[in-house]
């Protein structure tokens, strides 16, 4: 690990400036990644800001129904919250399912957002990664592939984004809120993480010296129907092959209202806008589901390692949007 | 003549571990929490390429770190340069080629292990990088660069029993692989090796085989044995992959240099590197059978991985042939087993042992061989099962209870498990993959024989002091031995035979080193059986002392009268003790009575897969097991459901991923194994079948289970799903994709 | 830098610490308390798990930074003197100890399960302890050992 000095932050503007002086400089949440990352010589910043004494701690209900969420609340916290169980159990579902009760405990709703892939070339410092070292190449083409994207992926990168979090985020139009010295703007989750392209070092669309301060979701009433799945190699504590983030209206046998995403296919959560323009006003049938679900995943591109990957998503897109009938129908 | 007592926590008890409550505290000390005054840290440069030449190494930048205390290379190394377990054809740091990515080539010591991390990233080496072997078959038949100087077979073992190339009405063959697992012990390898001035060395170290560890590391130091000492530190776990050095020279080489205590702890990327894994295969079968299911036949190819160096690949591969057609009887066996150097990760002990990958291979057989002939899987393991006095594919006639009939049907005859109705025990469990939609129930069933002890000639015994003395007004048995305690409970096994054949209740076990005589590995299930064997002979020494100071000889021993008779006298008697011989096995039919004992298992698995998702859950394992005699019948529980666990994780998850000899998962967020959620409860049956060649009629516990769970648990979802399933691990993929 | 953590309820200032250094490192080279284990280091085993503020969390990756002023309990604070906690005496009752690596991070997080939920059913048991990986048991006496624990 390198060298790098420590320097703690008490308040969101002594954050940014500490950041905006240092460009080789990162902020420190739960550190249950970046620590990680620091000591396999991934990531090597010459600064730390340490932002965990931050007050950005706040899930609070907002005037028009939507809840504003603090970039330091730690994801056990959240998903416990009342606010979140009640209107958006998607969110919870998807933070419960990513890593252990321990890491949970630790993480933080920015750091989850920005947390880096778990692509194996990537941790793998003898290995090409255009994420890792730009321009070096990307070993996972042609290699051991298994766990790769699907969607987005460029001839530069085949990497993944590892959050169920996000998944979730991504379905429910969340807003990123992220300040520097510069002042405050307000991020599209959709826009928020960007495709490998040409530079696959660049995962998001956050400026080097921003802090993200917080999540805010809107209000979604058709997310109390909603469901997150995640499919992996383990019963628990296993990055996603296939996740799906849904939530479903069906009014009579019509489908009124809709919102997916799937995670672990791409560079980012993966907003299914065509599987959701051919369900909008479809009847909520299998043969719906089915043709919906390939719509999504015929632009899907994939190695003999991840081929599997395109009808895995394709059945559990189907196999969710099934039970959130059934499940609307109960209810 | 039986003189033992009864005595509280004696054999047959269930007496709590010694070490129980230290290790529930955090107290226990392990070899990574080793601490000594002024002690430095050692790390190890290894090789990122499977296969290359060095052409110059440069430590000049590295000497210059502030903080460092050594760097060593192979020039560094005081004796030979060479080392292995069976076969010396390893160095102890690369000279001029590499064999596998991870190959040690260079150490550094320093005052703080970041900065000897960081010296070791300045050690400049120059590597003519050469397209590595990888394909086991091709260097099986001389289709590769030979590796090393004899080629790149390692051995190669037939098995031909009874008439060849005979004729069956039902054939049925296969072709079958096993990936290569990891034995993911928790506490990494680590040690701390402290100079004397003499020029000899203490390690104190967590191993299998203290003895074995001390030639080999006394060769490579360039010393006598007696100079070399080693103390078993607490284990964390060993599974066979601590039978092979790791870091035992490298650290007394830089404590010999340094002249400082040298700590090194691996971190869990290194601990891939930096031990011998479990060889995968690749095994082709053809079985032929009568219409009624009983078998005429068995061929078999099974090629086993050594990879980069030979470390017990010979064991390993007699194991594989010589058990290649499981418990069953066969008149006609043709069985060939290769184990082949490839600039793959070296491959050695994991339990099970050779066996766990023959045994998927014969069992996936058995159940196809039942749909060919239309037999339920039990019925045609029932009509095949061997029973005491039948002859293995060696010649040898098994001369102790062989109770496979009865073990399958206990299995078998238990009562299913209802579907379940929470979350958690569906497929995919928390991760809300399913709630029943598209989950389709199976059984399978797997049975196991694995010998027991070490084989084919070896001279396989062991050595215990026990030193009687009455301490305070209190009779006090202490027990000395170098059999290691990684885990399984030997220490309290001791105590107990102690107990048993002394009557005595205060047993202390002494730090296990080598300044007693060797006690042979902690591995091929042999301690409670060898050790214990050893233990109960030198406390017959002790006692037959007693009995001639009390001057007679028959009657039970009692507390009072140890302490009345011994007064402050010390009775103190060594043993070294033997299993009866076996032989070499010929080496062009495979014939001979290479196996002390062997032991049988039996599981079934009910498993729910979600066949749309491909996800499995393994709902209940059921397992009986002969023991001979259970010393400890929880301990024995334990182990029983350890080792389940472990072929459930080789069933469905676990597998060190290759590609091109590189390792692409040493994580343990990317080589996966069993959580509490993916293990299911278990039933056990525990059979008492006494071996009367044994102590106490003991059979070794820890193997048997490993090996039958998986071919029990892929039988299963082979059942739930139809597919053919001839690989393990079964990933989503396979059972979903279309057939 | 210096570091302050309260461990086991006494507070302990720590000099010399290098930044890159984790609270595991500290607690197990810094402040002799080896209890807490390594064998990942990576968040990926449990077994390192301690209380931080109340609250369980690998300690392989906390920055010794972050654990400036925070309140640390590990397995060596949980014992009164000699007598063990119901967490680690059901551990030693119930077999449910082989090689014992896994157990200290095991005790931890049983012992946040039994304090938040002081009758766990099994899959309450299941999922709370799903973050601290066993290799020697089968987990089979550890979900004895943490049930014991809860009826005593």
């Known amino acids: ?331 | 003549m039986t003189t033992t007592v009864a005595t509280q926590g004696g054999i047959g008890t269930n007496a709590q571990r010694p070490d129980g409550a230290l290790k529930a505290r955090g107290e226990f000390a392990y070899s990574s929490d080793l601490w000594h005054e002024d002690m430095v840290w050692g790390v190890t440069l290894r090789s990122p390429h499977p296969y290359a030449r060095i052409t110059s190494i440069d430590i000049t930048e590295a000497l210059r770190v502030p903080g460092v205390q050594a760097v060593l290379t192979h020039e560094d190394v005081p004796g030979t340069n060479i080392y292995g377990l069976e076969h010396p054809d390893q160095p102890v740091l690369a000279e001029d080629v590499v064999r596998y990515q991870g190959e040690p080539v260079a150490l550094v010591a320093a005052d703080h292990p970041e900065t000897a991390r960081r010296a070791m990233k300045r050690i400049e080496v120059a590597y003519e990088v050469l397209p590595p072997v990888v394909n086991t078959e091709d260097a099986a038949h001389g289709r590769a660069e030979p590796l090393h100087p004899n080629g790149n077979v390692v051995r190669h073992v037939k098995v031909r029993h009874g008439p060849q190339d005979v004729r069956a009405d039902v054939v049925v063959t296969g072709e079958y692989e096993v990936g290569m697992q990891d034995q993911a012990f928790l506490g990494p390898e680590s040690g701390l090796a402290v100079p004397a001035d003499d020029g000899s060395v203490d390690l104190y170290i967590a191993t299998q085989w203290l003895h074995a560890d001390q030639r080999q590391i006394a060769v490579a130091l360039g010393l006598p044995p007696e100079k070399v000492r080693l103390t078993l530190s607490g284990v964390g776990g060993a599974f066979g992959g601590r039978e092979d050095l790791s870091m035992q020279v490298h650290a007394c080489m830089l404590a010999l240099r340094t002249g400082k205590p040298v700590k090194m702890v691996y971190n869990r990327e290194e601990s891939f590197y930096g031990h011998v894994h479990r060889h995968p295969a690749r095994m082709y079968y053809e079985h032929g059978a009568t219409r009624n299911g009983k078998i005429v036949y068995v061929k078999a190819r099974i090629y086993l991985d050594g990879g980069a160096y030979a470390s017990s690949t010979g064991a390993v591969v007699a194991n594989a042939a010589t058990l290649g057609v499981g418990p069953y009887d066969v008149p006609s066996v043709t069985v060939d087993c290769w184990g082949v150097y490839t600039n793959n990760p070296p491959c050695g002990a994991m339990r099970g042992f050779g066996a766990v990958q023959a045994a998927f291979a014969y069992e996936s057989q058995m159940d196809r061989l039942a749909d060919a002939v239309g037999l339920d899987p039990v019925e045609v393991r029932i009509r095949n099962a061997m029973s005491e006095g039948a002859v293995m594919p060696t010649g040898q006639v098994v001369d102790s209870p062989a109770p496979v009939v009865e073990l399958l049907t206990l299995v078998r005859d238990k009562p299913l498990p209802a579907k379940g109705n929470d979350l958690t025990d569906m497929p995919g469990g928390v991760s809300n993959t399913t709630h029943g939609e598209g989950v389709v129930r199976g059984v399978g069933y797997g049975v196991s024989i694995k010998n027991v002890g070490f084989s084919d000639s070896f001279d396989d015994y062991s050595t215990v002091r026990v030193r009687l003395s009455v301490i305070g007004g209190q009779a006090v048995a202490s027990v000395h031995t170098a059999a290691v305690e990684v885990g399984q409970g030997l220490v309290t096994v001791l105590q107990q035979i102690t107990r048993t054949e002394l009557g005595v209740d205060v047993v202390t076990i002494e730090p296990m080193d080598t300044s007693i005589g060797d006690a042979g590995s902690t591995s091929a299930s042999r301690q409670t059986y060898v050790t214990g064997g050893a233990l109960r002979a030198a406390c017959a020494a002790v006692r037959a002392a007693l009995f001639e100071r009390i001057g007679h000889t028959d009657l039970p021993l009692d507390h009072d009268k140890i302490v009345e008779v011994l007064g402050t006298d010390v009775i103190d008697e060594v043993v070294e003790w033997r299993h009866r011989p076996t032989y070499r096995l010929d080496p062009e039919t495979g014939q001979g009575n290479a196996h002390v004992q062997y032991a049988f298992a039996a599981h079934r698995a009910v498993v729910d897969v979600d066949v749309e998702l491909g996800l499995v859950k393994v709902v209940e394992l059921v397992c009986a097991q002969d023991v001979g005699k259970a010393i400890n019948p929880e301990a024995v529980l334990g182990q029983i459901q350890g080792g389940t666990a472990q072929g459930l994780g080789l069933a469905v998850m676990e597998e060190i991923q290759l590609a091109d000899g590189k390792i692409r998962n040493p994580s343990f967020t990317d080589y996966l194994i069993p959580t509490v959620l993916d293990m299911p409860p278990m039933v056990i049956d525990v059979l008492e079948r006494p071996d009367p060649h044994a102590p106490y009629g003991l059979r070794g516990v820890g193997e048997p289970p490993t090996i039958s769970s998986t071919p029990a648990i892929v039988a299963a979802i082979r059942a739930a799903t139809g597919m053919a399933l001839t690989r393990v691990p079964v990933r989503p993929e396979h059972i979903t994709e279309t057939s | 830098m210096r570091v302050n953590i309260t461990v086991n309820g006494e507070a302990r200032q720590v000099d010399d610490v290098w930044p890159g250094e984790s609270l595991l490192y500290v607690l197990r080279e810094r402040l002799g308390l080896p209890g807490s284990k390594n064998a990942c280091e990576q968040g990926e085993c449990g077994s390192c798990t301690v209380y931080m503020d109340g609250t369980p969390v690998c300690a392989c990756l906390v920055a010794a930074g972050q654990a400036e002023g925070r309140e640390v309990r590990t397995v060596e604070g949980l014992a009164s003197g000699d007598t063990l906690d119901r967490v680690q005496q059901a551990f030693v009752d119930a077999g449910a100890v082989q090689c014992g690596f896994c157990t200290p991070g095991l005790v931890v997080a049983a012992h946040d399960l039994l304090t938040r939920t002081p009758q766990p059913s099994d899959p309450e048991i299941r999922e709370a302890l799903a973050g601290n990986l066993c290799r020697c048991t089968g987990y089979e006496k550890i979900l004895d050992a943490v049930r014991m624990a809860a009826r005593s």
């Not at chain 1, 969110?91 to 399912?97: K, P």
């Open chain 1, 1 to 331: 690990m390198k060298s790098f000095a420590y320097v703690s932050a008490r308040d969101v503007p002594t954050a940014v400036s500490a950041i905006a002086g240092s460009p080789n400089a990162k902020f420190l949440g739960g550190g249950t990644n970046l620590v990680d990352l620091m000591r396999g010589n991934i990531e090597q910043p010459d600064t730390i800001v340490d932002i965990t004494r931050l007050p950005l701690t706040g899930v609070d209900l907002l005037p028009d129904g939507g809840v504003r969420i603090g970039a330091l609340v730690r994801n056990s916290h959240l998903a416990a919250h009342p606010l979140i169980r009640s209107r958006y159990p998607v969110l919870s579902q998807a933070i419960l399912l990513g890593a252990s009760a321990q890491l949970r405990n630790m993480a933080t709703v920015g750091g989850n957002l920005l947390q880096r892939t778990r692509c194996l070339y990537f941790y793998d410092t003898a290995a090409a990664c255009n994420k890792r070292a730009p321009g070096s190449g990307c070993d996972a083409i042609g290699g051991f592939n298994r766990n790769h994207a699907i969607l987005g992926v460029s001839d530069n990168c085949l990497a993944t984004h590892p959050s169920d979090m996000c998944v979730a985020l991504a379905m429910l139009d969340a807003t990123v809120e992220v300040e520097s010295t510069r002042g405050v703007r307000r991020i599209p989750m959709n826009e928020f993480h960007v495709l490998p392209g040409d530079t696959p070092h660049v995962e998001t669309s956050l400026a080097a010296d921003e802090l993200v301060t917080a999540v805010e979701l809107p209000s979604v009433a058709v997310a109390a129907n909603s469901r997150y799945r995640k499919v992996r190699d383990r019963a628990s504590y296993a990055f996603a092959l296939v996740s799906v983030a849904a939530a479903l209206e069906v009014t009579g046998t019509t489908v009124t209202q809709v919102r997916l995403a799937l995670g672990g296919v791409s560079a980012k959560p993966w907003r299914a806008t065509k599987a959701e323009e051919v369900l909008l006003g479809a009847p909520a049938t299998e043969e719906s589901f089915r043709q919906a679900a390939a719509a999504e995943l015929a632009a899907a591109t994939a190695r003999p390692g991840n081929e599997f990957k395109i009808g895995l998503a394709e059945r559990t897109i189907v196999a969710v949007l099934r039970e959130l009938v059934t499940k609307g129908d109960a209810a």
